[in-house]
T-cell receptor
Framework: NAGVTQTPKFQVLKTGQSMTLQCAQD?????MSWYRQDPGMGLRLIHY???????DQGEVPNGYNVSRSTTEDFPLRLLSAAPSQTSVYFC?????????????????FGEGSRLTVL | LAKTTQPISMDSYEGQEVNITCSHN???????ITWYQQFPSQGPRFIIQ???TKVTNEVASLFIPADRKSSTLSLPRVSLSDTAVYYC???????????FGQGTELSVKP
């Protein structure tokens, strides 16, 4: 059982380049999200999705795009990388819900993708 | 959204019990409380989750008072390997916006 898989694990970009961080989960989870974590800091929510075809902005969405065409995949796109986007990116998924179908907050995280923008 | 507040850091010694308290004054009726552990260069890992009263598993206990405005993660007899950052997360039901607080950096000394 692979869980949440992120690729690549490491990436170096030049300012202005574009790239996509891939995230896939094999647990049939409806909810997926992306966080960034700067050195010595906590996790900040970038974008999230409560199901295929549905995405929404988190705390720090500027500079990032997402799409959710399938339940399994939730790629994060950087259209024009900036040094301020140097960070570790974590993808997470969740299926755990309460009786009303709401999230309970039990997230499964990937191992992270470390991005450096020069 | 329920905002969480935790101590920035805590120190302990091996074999001691550690209690980390998280404040979430504006928690909503349907919100669950979840605690995570994160080691350097790894993603956070689920430790325990609760809604009210007390929950215990093989790793930790979670105490939630009746008003649910705070919660306490209890780690019994910590070891050096428990040195990590601990986050409490209050889930916003159907909202989907799961916002983490700054976390508590626990340092366990020999």
């Amino acid at each position: 059982n692979a869980g949440v898989t992120q690729t690549p694990k490491f990436q170096v970009l030049k300012t202005g380049q574009s790239m996509t961080l891939q995230c896939a989960q094999d647990m049939n989870h409806e909810y997926m999200s992306w966080y960034r974590q700067d050195p010595g800091m906590g996790l900040r929510l970038i974008h999230y999705s409560v199901g295929a075809g549905i995405t929404d902005q988190g705390e720090v969405p500027n500079g990032y795009n997402v799409s959710r065409s399938t339940t399994e995949d939730f790629p994060l796109r950087l259209l024009s990388a900036a040094p301020s986007q140097t960070s570790v990116y974590f993808c997470a998924s969740s299926k755990s819900t309460d009786l009303a179908g709401g999230l309970t907050g039990e997230l499964f995280f990937g191992e992270g993708s470390r991005l450096t923008v020069l | 959204l329920a905002k969480t507040t935790q101590p920035i850091s805590m120190d302990s010694y091996e074999g001691q019990e550690v209690n980390i308290t998280c404040s979430h004054n504006n928690i909503a009726t349907n919100d669950y409380i979840t605690w995570y552990q994160q080691f350097p260069s790894q993603g956070p890992r689920f430790i325990i989750q609760g809604y009210k009263t007390k929950v215990t598993n093989e790793v930790a206990s979670l105490f939630i008072p009746a008003d649910r405005k705070s919660s306490t993660l209890s780690l019994p007899r910590v070891s050096l390997s428990d040195t990590a950052v601990y986050y409490c997360l209050v889930a916003q039901g159907k909202g989907g916006k799961l916002i983490f607080g700054q976390g508590t950096e626990l340092s366990v000394k020999p």
